[in-house]
């Protein structure tokens, strides 16, 4: 029992492949999770831009009301004449613009073409009168008033403010970024939009992270994304219809006027995230959708590298420590991780954080790629170690072979093997189906809980309903088990495996027993038997009736011609052979009625001391062999405390037989010993004559009915005594041999289980 509780706690192989999976998977952890921090360090990474256009474009940004572009377009150079235009024509633009009261006008105009001094002269005046003016920078390497021509000089002095329009391209060649201050370490100055967005009032901190100057000539820092709009263009008016008093000042009061050319072939032009739909954009459109953010507070800033990496690479540490927790919903986990990835950076990108998931996309599918290709590993391992253990077991049924799998395809091996399990398993069920139903008796499958899963004809005959899916205790009760009147209803492990009557006065013997697994002691289900005994013992009732008769109606009259005879004793010698024929039919009675009795069913068993029995046996046979001149001994006396479960009139009777026998065939003057002994809980008697012995080809019949043997010619006997000797012996419990050798006599041995109190 010890050895079986320490073989249960021993890892079974689907317990090792699993211990094995889960290491393995650590590993693999620790391999993925460094490459998704890498991955989330990585700027270049292809999928990062794609990203963050679609997810922009979830995020619709509105054009803010105040913001005007005063456009260089194809109606204005053909009023205008070509470009470039005389200075002194933005001059009159900017008067007209300042006499509407604007909050303020950015020019995304760069003047580096020389023009005349006295133009120079009346677009600087303009600009002082203005007071409100941005002005770009002329190069993108210098700063301040130092880069521009001397004519200039007196142009950049009067405007509110100088700075550069400078834009950034991704790896794609896609504009998305810009810094919002760069220039020379000692002397950064701010993007023109920002500039302009201070014109309006607003105080609060630019967008961005500072950074420690990394380069001696160039530093930038304040990198935001331009959060563009949905819609394709701003609300514009033509640079000719405003120079021409053809806009109404309202329109231009409070106002962020932007001055630039959108005419095509001229003017920078840049590809963004709406080229895809609206063509390339022109560069004042570009500061119009990043001065819109500012003022809408929309300006977008990436996350700190470490937050990044942190956010990726604890969300692909969850799925891998989910897809061991919860391995049955490993598609539906890899997806709400991947969806909170996405959501959660679409909720950053509305907040004005751009963090992009690419990385951690990757890093999740790449989680469940691994995994799913291990796993499926580890079952197909565990599918051909238990396929080749099905299939080395013993076969009920010969199989039907199909054509062999490709030995070098290990799957299509796996699926070979399994049709044939399938196989072998429909064949073994519809076996056990046909076997079920010819079954004789009334035979039920139930599961643990007592529905009835399975039920064969006879079962059906005796119930009298279909028992699919009922209730194997409910069927018995409504069959009159009588354990069920009560109306409680016990585990089936409980019942009483009793012998009743049923309803339609039927003797039934019901019988159960467990369904157990190949491994394990727990109980799968329940076969229950009910075997109809009445023609049993509507025949054992008649063999009562015929017993009644032998012993009582048939003996009376023999009794009672022995006792006519008595009376005329030695009157005639016939009447000797009349008694001793009367004599023998009565043995032959007594001896079928014994042997009827052993066979019998009516045992009443009880504690009792085999010394007992074996004295009042002795008491019987001494007359015998007092007559004889056989000598009779013994090893035991009443204390003797040898206790056995026994019939006390049945047992008694063999051991009387065994003793009669050992006299009969014993000549006079010799000795019949009994000896007897116990060992690992066997009670044995040994009953020794010094008769003529067996001979050892008639050892082997030597307990069957009606078997007369050379060695006892001249006593009488029909060979009952024996046979009725190893009935009462083996309903007992125990068993009897004999041990002979011609010449030298017999030892017959009777072993009994000794009571344990």
Same mark, same amino acid.
């Given at each position: ?496 495996? &009793? #012998? ?6 039927? =003797? /039934? ?5 467990? +369904?157990?697994? $190949? %491994?394990? *002691? ?55 052979? &009349? #008694? ?6 009565? =043995? /032959? ?5 014994? +042997?009827?009795? $052993? %066979?019998? *069913? ?156």
């Amino acid at each position: 029992m010890l050895w079986r509780k320490a073989e249960k706690r021993q890892p079974t192989r689907a317990q090792l492949l699993f211990h094995g999976l889960v290491r393995e998977w650590l590993w693999i952890g620790l391999v993925l999770l460094p490459v998704t921090l890498y991955l989330s360090l990585s700027p270049g990474l292809a999928l990062n831009n794609p990203l963050y256009d679609s997810l922009r474009r979830l995020t619709p940004l509105p054009v803010d009301s105040r913001i005007l572009l005063v456009t260089i377009d194809d109606q204005s150079l053909k009023k205008l004449g070509p470009w470039p235009w005389p200075r002194s024509l933005h001059a009159d633009l900017i008067d007209r613009l300042s006499a509407a009261r604007p909050a303020g006008i950015l020019f995304d105009v760069v003047f580096s073409e020389p023009g005349d001094a006295e133009d120079d002269q009346r677009l600087a005046d303009a600009v002082c009168n203005a007071g409100n003016v941005l002005l770009p920078l002329v190069n993108e390497g210098t700063a301040g008033a130092g880069s521009a021509d001397k004519e200039l000089l007196p142009l950049l002095k009067c405007a509110k403010g100088i700075g550069p329009i400078n834009v950034e391209a991704d790896n794609d060649g896609v504009v998305r970024s810009l810094y919002l201050r760069e220039g020379p370490p000692e002397n950064t100055l701010a993007q023109l939009a920002w500039q302009a967005y201070t014109l309006t009032g607003q105080t609060s901190a630019m967008p961005g992270q500072p950074q420690e100057p990394s380069n001696p000539l160039w530093h930038r820092e304040h990198a935001v994304r331009v959060p563009f709009t949905v819609q394709s263009h701003f609300p514009s008016v033509s640079y000719a219809s405003v120079l021409h008093g053809e806009v109404p000042p309202e329109i231009l009061r409070d106002r962020q006027i932007l001055v630039g050319a959108t005419a095509y072939g001229m003017g920078d032009r840049f590809v963004t995230p709406l080229s895809s739909t609206v063509g390339s954009t022109a560069g004042v459109e570009l500061q119009a959708n990043i001065l819109n953010g500012l003022l809408q507070g929309r300006s977008i800033v990436d996350l700190p590298g470490w937050l990044a990496a942190l956010m990726a690479t604890s969300l692909v540490a969850l799925l891998l420590g989910l897809l061991l927790y919860r391995p049955r919903y490993a598609l539906w986990m890899t997806l709400a991780c991947m969806a909170t990835a996405l959501l959660g950076s679409w909720a950053l990108l509305r907040l004005g954080h751009w963090w992009s998931p690419a990385a951690c996309l990757i890093g999740l599918l790449l989680s469940y790629l691994i995994w799913n290709w291990r796993r499926l590993s580890v079952i197909l391992a565990y599918f051909g170690w238990e396929l080749a253990r099905l299939d080395d077991e013993p076969k009920v049924l010969p199989e039907r072979r199909r054509a062999p799998a490709s030995p070098g395809d290990v799957l299509q091996g796996r699926i070979f093997a399994l049709e044939q399990a399938v196989s072998r398993t429909r064949d073994t069920r519809r076996f056990m189906a046909d076997g079920l139903e010819c079954l004789p008796v009334a035979t039920l499958i139930t599961d643990p809980q007592g529905s009835i899963l399975l039920a064969n004809r006879v079962a059906r005959d005796v119930f009298g309903n279909d028992l699919v899916a009922r209730n194997l205790l409910e069927q018995l009760a409504d069959l009159g088990y009588p354990p069920l009147h009560n109306g409680v209803r016990p585990a089936l492990s409980a019942l009483e495996l &009793i #012998e009743f009557r049923d309803i339609h006065q039927r =003797s /039934l013997r019901m019988e159960l027993a467990p +369904l157990l697994p $190949a %491994e394990g *002691d727990v109980a799968l289900g329940w076969l229950l038997s009910l075997t109809d005994l009445s023609k049993e013992r509507e025949a054992q009732q008649h063999r009562e009736t015929m017993l009644r008769f032998l012993s009582h109606d048939l003996r009376a009259p023999h009794s009672v011609i022995l006792a006519l005879l008595d009376v005329h004793n030695g009157e005639s010698p016939i009447f000797a052979q &009349i #008694e001793q024929q009367v004599k023998r039919a009565l =043995s /032959l009675t007594e001896s079928f009625v014994q +042997l009827a009795k $052993a %066979e019998a *069913d009516g045992y009443h068993f009880q504690p009792t001391l085999f010394a007992m029995l074996v004295m009042d046996a002795f008491d019987q046979v001494a007359v015998i062999a007092q007559l004889k001149g056989i000598h009779l001994v013994h090893d035991l006396d009443e204390a003797d405390e040898g206790m056995v479960s026994a019939d006390q009139s049945l047992l008694t009777r063999a051991l009387f037989n065994v003793l009669e026998n050992a006299i009969k065939y014993s000549p006079s003057g010799t000795t019949v010993t009994l000896g007897h002994g116990s060992a690992q809980g066997w009670l044995e008697c040994r009953i020794s004559d010094q008769g003529p012995g067996i001979a050892p080809e008639d050892l082997p019949e030597l307990f069957s009915q009606y078997r007369r043997f050379d060695s006892a010619q001249g006593s009488e006997g029909l060979g009952l005594g024996l046979t009725m000797v190893k009935a009462v012996i083996e309903r007992h419990g125990g068993r009897i041999q004999c041990e002979s050798e011609l010449g030298k006599g017999s030892i017959f041995s009777l072993q009994l289980p000794l009571l344990n109190d």
